[in-house]
């Protein structure tokens, strides 16, 4: 199981307010959040360094 996808789904769930990925995990979760249809339930910010920091997207229709 993708360690991520729980991650992901405590974000989305407001459980969290924010994941940070790493470089070097980023396409693995990118992949996860088209597979899943949850691109557009999160907005990713580009960090310095290559670490992504995703947060719920609070204009997306399921909100």
Do not use: C
Not at 16 to 43: H, M, Q, Y
Not at 53 to 61: L, V
């Amino acid at each position: 199981m993708n360690e991520w996808k729980p991650k992901i789904q405590e974000l989305l769930d407001g459980t969290v307010d924010e994941l940070i990925v790493p470089k070097d995990d980023f396409l693995t979760v990118r992949s996860l959040l088209v597979d899943k249809g949850w691109l557009f339930e999160v907005v990713g910010e580009a960090k310095h360094g290559g670490v992504t920091i995703y947060r719920k997207n609070e204009q997306s229709a399921s909100s």
